[in-house]
C-alpha cells in the first residue's frame, strides 16, 4: 500500500474532526504495512490540550505494540505537527514520519534545532493540497 493509501485515511480522520468542531488533523500509525493505530484531533471533545491526533494516536500505537517506542512504525499525520507533538514523536522515536501540509504559524520546522529524532525518516507534501483545502474550508466556516 502507498503513502497517498494511508494518507487518505488520515484525511478521512481529519473530515471527521472538522465535522465535530475540531481543527481537521487526522493521523495514522502503519508497522509493516499494517494500520495499528488511528487519531483525530480531540481537543474541543475532552476539553485537553494535549489531545492532538499525534498524541492520541503514539498511545494507541504504544498500547498495541505493548512498549513506548515506535522505531518500525510510520506515522501519517494530515498537518505538520507542533513542537509538543514533534517531541513527542521523538521521544516514541518513530521510524518515519509522513506529513500532508506543512504548518508555517504552528508546526515544529518553524524552529532552528531539529525536534525530531535524528533516525526518523521524514517525508512532506503527500496530499497536501487536500489538506490545505479542508483546513480553509474549516477556517472559513469559523469567521462566518
Known amino acids: 500500500m502507498s503513502d497517498e493509501y494511508f494518507m487518505e485515511i488520515a484525511l478521512g480522520l481529519a473530515e471527521e474532526a472538522g465535522d465535530e468542531g475540531e481543527i481537521p488533523v487526522g493521523a495514522v500509525v502503519v508497522c509493516r ?6 487519531a483525530r484531533n480531540q481537543t474541543e471533545q475532552l476539553n485537553d490540550v494535549t489531545a492532538h491526533a499525534e498524541l492520541m494516536a503514539i498511545t494507541a500505537a504504544a498500547q498495541y505494540l505493548g512498549g513506548k517506542y515506535l522505531t518500525d512504525c510510520t506515522m501519517y499525520v494530515t498537518l505538520e505537527p507542533c513542537v509538543m507533538c ?3 514523536l521523538f521521544w516514541a522515536q518513530l521510524g518515519r514520519l509522513v506529513i500532508g501540509a ?3 504559524k504552528r508546526g515544529y520546522s518553524r524552529l532552528e534545532s531539529p525536534v525530531l ?3 526518523t525518516r ?3 507534501g503527500i496530499l497536501a ?3 490545505q483545502l479542508l483546513l480553509a474550508k474549516f ?3 469559523l469567521r462566518t
Open 33 to 38: 504495512n499494517r494500520i495499528i493505530a488511528k
Open 86 to 88: 514533534a517531541g513527542a
Open 102 to 104: 506543512s504548518d508555517p
Open 117 to 119: 529524532h535524528p533516525k
Open 122 to 124: 521524514l517525508e512532506t
Open 129 to 131: 493540497e487536500e489538506t
Open 139 to 141: 477556517f472559513k466556516r
